[in-house]
């Protein structure tokens, strides 16, 4: 009888591409999907340690998961992702059911793991951060049915952030060449995908021997049938004049960028070690709007970061009248064990990080309202990906990243079409076929 497998995926697009990597080994294993974790044999929950609330998640998750054990005793069980990387062989001890703990780093040897877990009795935590990245593993056999593909070009990060567990749990930066990244492009858009987007935790410090980001990027954009190319996540301190200029120049690179700045004073963004000015990136931000004026901005921002004043947080405020991000991903801080800023004194109250965090997302949610509606009676080119969650339209998104559902039939999924902009709320916008 077929076996079958569950992969239950939280946290980032790295993770995503981490689970599409190990559904392949496990389908080339002679697994089957299954869509529920009740009717699998092999069950593998992939995990993001990044903020205190997603590590919490992953394990009262796994608890769960744990007792499907008691009524499938066959069942092989297995935590993969930062979690497992950063609690490693301790997660055997609170979750005695487990059968394999499987760090970002070792996915690349997964058949020969997941031979030895099948063969039962020893349990294996497999988490050396120094081993070479999956994605670095030869060619890679990649197959999306979608429109929209990625891929990972670096992996792990060298900055040290104060408050960041990443450069511990995903290890040093690394790049993948550009042949095998090109190539790798190149097969996905025979298998239809129109867009790619670049993948890595700061893509923007790509270099591998004398092809920094740019040029790869130049390469990318030379490729026949692709249409757009987006990427992240980019660093303000690696964002080169050069790299701006690709916004002016490659007609298929969207016009987006995803830039978090965390914080909007100096006095902060020195101790969280972020190796930028409030005014450095406010720069940025105006040459990338110099270069292309319709580009939308994003950004990553958090609250509550030890000793932030109740100054130090109107300065970020006044960050964001003063750029008017498209949309924030914020946040409050969290201790992560083992980071310098887990070791600073003068912690902010849950209180106040929730005060301050809701003030924030106040102030984000007229801005991001009021751009979308500046949108309406505009046209704007859609890359339908299919239907809409509640299953009525067909959605898409701009080239600003902005989603777009309409009503139309399914001929229009994986096209790429005029919409005009009727409607705009939050978080979508509704449009008409032109
Ligand atoms: N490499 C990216 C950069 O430099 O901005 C970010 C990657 S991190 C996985 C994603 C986001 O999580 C960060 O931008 C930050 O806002 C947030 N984050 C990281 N550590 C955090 C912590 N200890 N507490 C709260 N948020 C955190
Ligand atoms: Fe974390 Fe900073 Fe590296 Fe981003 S750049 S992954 S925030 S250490």
């Known amino acids: 009888m077929a076996r079958h497998y569950y992969i239950e995926t939280m946290g980032c697009q790295m993770n995503e591409y981490d689970s599409d990597h190990l559904s392949r080994i496990l389908e080339n294993s002679g697994y089957m999907p299954a869509s529920e974790p009740e009717e699998a044999d092999f069950v593998l929950l992939n995990t993001c340690s990044v903020r205190e609330k997603a590590e919490q998640k992953a394990l009262s998750r796994l608890g769960r998961l744990v007792a499907l054990k008691k009524k499938n005793p066959r069942l092989l069980l297995a935590v993969a992702g930062c979690v497992a990387q950063q609690r490693g062989m301790d997660l055997f001890d609170r979750f005695p059911a487990l059968d394999l703990v499987l760090g970002p780093r070792e996915i690349g040897r997964f058949s020969e793991i997941l031979r030895k877990t099948e063969n039962g009795g020893t349990r294996i935590a497999a988490v050396n951060v120094h081993r070479t990245p999956v994605s670095f593993m030869g060619r890679f056999e990649y197959f999306r049915n979608s429109v929209k593909a990625y ?11 104060s408050y960041c567990i990443v450069p511990y749990v995903r290890g040093r930066e690394a790049s993948r060449s550009p042949q095998k990244i090109l190539e790798e492009a190149r097969e996905l858009v025979v298998q239809g995908a129109k867009e790619i987007t670049l993948l890595g935790q700061n893509v923007n410090s790509y270099v591998y021997e004398k092809t920094r980001f740019p040029r790869l990027l130049q390469r990318m954009n030379e490729i026949k049938g692709l249409h757009r190319i987006r990427f992240t996540t980019s660093h303000p301190k690696d964002l080169s004049a050069e790299l701006i200029q690709c916004f002016a120049q490659l007609d298929k690179l969207c016009s987006h960028i995803h830039l978090p700045f965390q914080a909007g004073s100096n006095r902060v963004l020195k101790a969280m070690k972020r190796g930028y000015t409030r005014e450095k990136y406010m720069d940025l931000i105006h040459a990338l709007r110099q270069t292309q004026p319709e580009i939308a901005l994003t950004s990553d921002v958090m609250v509550g970061f030890p000793g932030e ?3 130090d947080f109107e300065q970020t405020l006044d960050l964001i009248r003063n750029i008017e991000f498209d949309n924030l ?31 924030l997302q106040g102030l984000q949610r007229g801005i991001t309202l009021r751009k979308n509606k500046d949108l309406v009676g505009k046209n704007v080119e859609v890359l339908v990906e299919g239907t809409s969650k509640k299953g009525q339209q067909l959605t898409g998104r701009t080239e600003t990243n902005k989603v777009v559902n309409f009503i139309r039939d399914n001929a229009y999924i994986n096209k790429l079409i005029n919409v005009k902009i009727k409607r705009a709320s939050f978080n979508s916008l509704f449009g008409e076929l032109t």
């Open 151 to 161: 891929i990972t070009i670096m992996e792990g990060c060298n900055n040290f952030c």
């Open 309 to 311: 004043t109740e100054d």
């Open 329 to 359: 991903f914020s946040f409050k801080y969290s201790d992560r064990e083992g980071t310098p800023a887990a070791r600073m004194q003068e912690k902010i109250s849950e209180d106040q990080k929730i005060e301050r965090l809701t003030r």
